[in-house]
């Protein structure tokens, strides 16, 4: 399909939606109406696990807290440091209590007030029904008393705090309760529909915040094709969107219509190898595979140099993403370690064989995030050079061949700081047995690490050891690490209070404006 048509289907499709919008608003004026902003996203849907507003389900507290729904006690600044929000200020009691203090003047988007009570049923709720955070939090019991919350856990959590800024920690009204994957926060929007295509917001009449919502309406579109969410974006459609194709950038550089905010991520394109897979657990294969794989190519022809070249798995300007030491891109050497673990002779194809059998390993990825296909298609054309043939499965259902189990390396996208500390990653993706691991990597020595890390408060400790886990990972070849994202955020030039954050939480603030 050429883009001459794709742009007339867009905009066809876009008045069909105007005119529908119009149709079910009769008799409404552009004054009733107010101000209404349109945002398109990439990043919202059922692939992404998000489509909802309940924090507890999945991922979903993503779209909970991007799209000003609700909150979380703590906060994280520009620099990733971790401040209160609904919280005031906490002491850690000792090793195993962390005691909260709250604010008194926060109150639901349906005017009840926010109490240790309500917090109390909220997190137990959390640690019930969310798949990560009992593991994270060790959660014993949870007393509260007026506008405090006494956390005791079962284990030490240095990083207790970090974990309640996650998404899932989002402040809801359980009494409320989830209708329609709505949920009620505290947050300066409220919800009024949610599907799987997007979220309609209205303003938070009783946002408790000093900053008040400027916005009357919200309409959150997923479109996940790309030239789709720019030609919707230049047709003015759209006010603003996030995600667009970095090929796309160059068409909104006129400063006099549009405004791009950019911020260095920690979401990083990686690559698991499944232990599981007979071939893959010989390091000398998993080494070789990552010596064929060119992060610069990567980086600056698929990225259009939106990107940071990784080496583990947090950026370099975290303390803890400094002094790691990966496989550097070397073909030949690759080849060579191919030849070492018994792949000696090649087919008529030009793929190496063993005992008369190919090489042949099963890429698994997703379409969501646009560049992930491109790296499927890149790493197939490296891996056929040094002679492994790779059969790519670029799918939104790749949840199900998870859990089938029918891959052998997985990539994806993913945020491996989104607490601001290096634990969430490593103990949810590199700890064995965790149901994130998705390459089941297995190793006593990082095992041992991690349960140091989880029990370590001194922040220099934590740092080194955090270092100590990557390189094992590393020197294991179990993880390839691609390059971190610069995430860009385009908006019409009369947008105000829209910018990218590191974190890649706070999207919709009460700072939104249209003038």
Same mark, same amino acid.
């Given at each position: 399909?050429?883009?001459?048509f ?34 398109g996203?990439?990043a &919202? ?11 507890h389900? $999945? ?18 600044d520009n ?7 609904l ?8 090793? &195993? $209590?962390?005691k ?5 003047d ?5 005017? !009840?007030?926010?109490?240790g ?8 709720d ?15 019991q949870?007393?509260?008393?007026g506008?405090?919350v006494?956390i ?12 309640? %800024?996650?998404?899932?920690?989002a ?9 329609d ?9 409220v919800?009024?529909?949610?599907t ?11 946002y ?13 579109r997923?479109i ?6 720019s ?32 911020a260095? $991520?920690?979401r990083v394109?990686q ?8 071939a893959?657990?010989?390091?000398? #294969?998993?080494?070789a ?9 990567f ?15 947090f950026?370099?300007a ?15 050497q ?6 070492? %673990? ?5 087919d008529?194809?030009? &793929?190496?064989? !063993? ?25 197939q054309?490296?891996?056929?050079d ?11 259902? &790749? !949840? ?11 990539a ?10 290096p ?7 590199i ?5 994130y ?5 297995n190793n ?13 408060f ?5 740092i080194?050891?955090?270092?100590? #886990? ?7 070849n179990?993880?390839?690490y ?20 590191p974190?890649d ?11």
């Amino acid at each position: 399909m050429n883009n001459k048509f794709k742009y007339l289907i867009t905009a066809l499709l876009g008045a069909a939606l105007l005119v529908s919008g119009c149709g079910s608003d009769a008799g409404k004026t552009a004054k009733e109406e107010g101000k209404i902003f349109h945002y398109g996203t990439m990043a &919202y849907g059922p692939a992404m696990q998000n489509a909802s507003t309940d924090p507890h389900d $999945t991922y979903c507290g993503w779209s909970t807290i991007r799209y000003g729904v609700g909150e979380t006690l703590f906060k994280f600044d520009n620099e990733m440091n971790v401040q209160p929000w609904l919280a005031e200020s906490y002491e850690q009691m000792d090793d &195993y $209590t962390l005691k909260i203090h709250l604010r008194d003047d926060i109150t639901f988007s349906n005017g !009840k007030k926010v109490t240790g009570e309500a917090v109390k049923a909220c997190l137990e709720d959390l640690i019930k029904r969310n798949d990560r955070a009992p593991h994270d939090l060790k959660i014993d019991q949870i007393t509260a008393d007026g506008q405090t919350v006494t956390i005791h856990s079962s284990e030490k959590v240095p990083a207790m705090i970090h974990y309640l %800024a996650d998404p899932y920690g989002a402040i809801i009204d359980m009494e409320a309760g989830i209708k329609d994957k709505i949920a009620v926060g505290t947050g300066p929007y409220v919800a009024v529909k949610v599907t799987d295509q997007g979220i309609e917001l209205k303003k938070n009449e009783q946002y408790w915040g000093q900053t008040k919502p400027k916005l009357d309406k919200i309409v959150v579109r997923s479109i996940t094709d790309g030239d789709s969410l720019s030609m919707a974006m230049q047709s003015g459609e759209l006010d603003a969107v996030q995600g667009l194709p970095y090929a796309s950038l160059p068409n909104f550089q006129d400063t006099d219509k549009y405004n791009i905010s950019s911020a260095a $991520t920690s979401r990083v394109y990686q690559a698991a190898m499944n232990f599981k897979t007979p071939a893959l657990q010989d390091n000398r #294969i998993r080494k070789a595979i990552a010596m064929a794989l060119d992060k610069k190519t990567f980086v600056n022809v698929l990225l259009n140099g939106n990107g940071v070249m990784a080496t583990g798995a947090f950026p370099d300007a975290t303390p803890y993403g400094k002094g790691l030491d990966g496989p550097e891109y070397n073909p030949e050497q690759a080849r060579a370690l191919l030849q070492e %673990a018994g792949y000696t002779e090649t087919d008529s194809d030009g &793929y190496v064989t !063993k005992d008369g059998r190919p090489l042949t390993l099963r890429w698994l990825t997703y379409t969501s995030r646009q560049e992930l296909p491109l790296l499927a298609e890149y790493a197939q054309s490296a891996l056929k050079d040094i002679g492994i043939k790779l059969d790519v499965n670029a799918t939104d259902n &790749y !949840k199900d061949f998870l859990k089938r189990g029918e891959y052998d390396i997985y990539a994806q996208a993913i945020v491996t700081a989104p607490t601001g500390d290096p634990e969430y990653y490593l103990m949810s993706k590199i700890y064995s047995g965790q149901p994130y691991n998705n390459g089941h990597y297995n190793n006593p020595r990082t095992d041992a690490m991690i349960d140091e890390l989880h029990n370590t408060f001194d922040a220099g400790q934590r740092i080194e050891l955090a270092r100590q #886990i990557q390189q094992q990972v590393l020197d294991d070849n179990a993880v390839w690490y691609a390059s971190f994202l610069k995430m860009n955020m385009v908006m019409k030039k009369n947008v105000t209070g829209f910018s990218a954050h590191p974190c890649d939480y706070y999207e919709i603030t009460p700072e939104l404006d249209i003038q």
